[in-house]
């Protein structure tokens, strides 16, 4: 066996490298690249999708939130009331992952059509507008984030309430705690390490897809991802993409520190030391 920095060295450091090499090169795909160190194109891209990258992050923090407030409450039905049930819960879970990310996307793509199942006997009633449409609008777009990465936040939950200790709550209860008050004093910062790793889980890969948006948005929901793709596979303009690429890096550790800070590494820590 390998030592571990081995292996983070190999799939890790090294392409990072690489990309930062390729960030800093000119040139084009038919004369090729060569290292000129040109700083400017983080300046360059930065400027040009500034846009993009912002309403990345927005859409990435709006799907986070949604699945926080979808995942938790199932989360907590699953660890506290499905009882002997609960591996069937969480395999159906779990069971739409085990067809294509793109596949499942799709769906959505066919459900919430103009006049697809659900639009379109709405608007022969008369209840919507013939005009009246959901695919390329950011409700669309944050609503196929929160639909594929809902698991990534349930999951992490699930296990950090499995870890709350009945005799703590039935102590809350000896005490004349309420229900609401035993959840938001005893529960609630339990779980916090599951909700900690649920949003990192689901805001960091939702900011950072292009499938979604590409299926289910349009011209004005462009995230940074579709940006990212058009740059490398269409465009061959390869420092501009891997330039991007660091550039969206960069904003989500920010983002990920920033939250870290606000909700205080310290507390998280202890409860799941408890």
Same mark, same amino acid.
């Given at each position: /066996? %390998?030592?571990?920095?081995?292996? @983070?060295? &190999?799939?890790?450091?090294?392409?990072?490298?690489? /990309?930062?090499?390729?960030?800093?090169?000119?040139?084009?795909?038919?004369?090729?690249?060569?290292?000129?160190?040109?700083?400017?194109?983080?300046?360059?891209?930065?400027?040009?999708?500034?846009?993009?990258?912002?309403?990345?992050?927005?859409?990435?923090?709006?799907?986070?939130?949604?699945?926080?407030?979808? $995942?938790?409450?199932?989360?907590? =039905?699953?660890?506290?009331?499905?009882?002997?049930?609960?591996?069937?819960?969480?395999?159906?879970?779990?069971?739409?992952?085990?067809?294509?990310?793109?596949?499942?996307?799709?769906? =959505?793509?066919?459900?919430?059509?103009?006049? $697809?199942?659900? %639009?379109?006997?709405?608007?022969?009633?008369?209840?919507?507008?013939?005009?009246?449409?959901? @695919?390329? +609008?950011?409700?669309?777009?944050? $609503?196929?984030?929160?639909?594929?990465?809902?698991?990534?936040?349930?999951?992490?939950?699930?296990?950090?309430?499995?870890?709350?200790?009945?005799?703590?709550?039935?102590?809350?209860?000896?005490?004349?705690?309420?229900?609401?008050?035993?959840?938001?004093?005893?529960?609630?910062? %339990?779980?916090?390490?599951?909700?900690?790793?649920?949003?990192?889980?689901?805001?960091?890969?939702?900011?950072?897809?292009?499938?979604? &948006?590409?299926? @289910?948005?349009?011209?004005? +929901?462009? /995230?940074?991802?579709?940006?990212?793709?058009?740059?490398?596979?269409?465009? @061959?303009?390869?420092?501009?993409?891997?330039?991007?690429?660091?550039?969206?890096?960069?904003? %989500?550790?920010?983002?990920?520190?920033?939250?870290?800070?606000?909700?205080?590494?310290?507390?998280?820590?202890?409860?799941?030391?408890?």
């Amino acid at each position: /066996m %390998l030592p571990g920095w081995l292996w @983070l060295a &190999a799939f890790f450091v090294t392409p990072v490298i690489v /990309m930062v090499s390729l960030s800093l090169q000119t040139g084009d795909f038919i004369d090729g690249f060569r290292q000129t160190f040109h700083f400017r194109t983080y300046a360059d891209v930065v400027e040009t999708y500034h846009v993009q990258l912002v309403r990345s992050l927005v859409y990435g923090a709006a799907a986070t939130t949604a699945c926080a407030l979808v $995942g938790y409450p199932v989360a907590y =039905w699953i660890a506290f009331r499905a009882g002997r049930h609960k591996s069937v819960f969480l395999f159906l879970l779990l069971l739409p992952f085990f067809v294509s990310f793109v596949i499942r996307t799709q769906s =959505w793509n066919v459900v919430l059509a103009d006049n $697809g199942v659900v %639009l379109g006997p709405l608007k022969h009633l008369g209840v919507l507008p013939a005009d009246f449409h959901v @695919l390329a +609008t950011p409700y669309a777009v944050i $609503g196929g984030l929160t639909y594929n990465f809902l698991p990534f936040m349930v999951l992490p939950v699930y296990v950090a309430l499995e870890r709350v200790d009945a005799k703590v709550i039935e102590a809350a209860t000896d005490l004349y705690a309420s229900r609401a008050g035993t959840f938001w004093r005893v529960v609630l910062p %339990l779980s916090l390490p599951g909700v900690f790793a649920g949003v990192l889980l689901t805001f960091v890969p939702a900011s950072a897809d292009y499938v979604n &948006a590409g299926i @289910l948005g349009g011209p004005s +929901t462009t /995230m940074v991802g579709n940006i990212i793709q058009t740059e490398y596979f269409t465009n @061959l303009n390869y420092p501009a993409a891997a330039a991007l690429s660091f550039v969206l890096m960069g904003a %989500l550790l920010l983002a990920v520190f920033t939250y870290a800070r606000a909700l205080g590494t310290d507390d998280v820590l202890e409860a799941a030391a408890r």
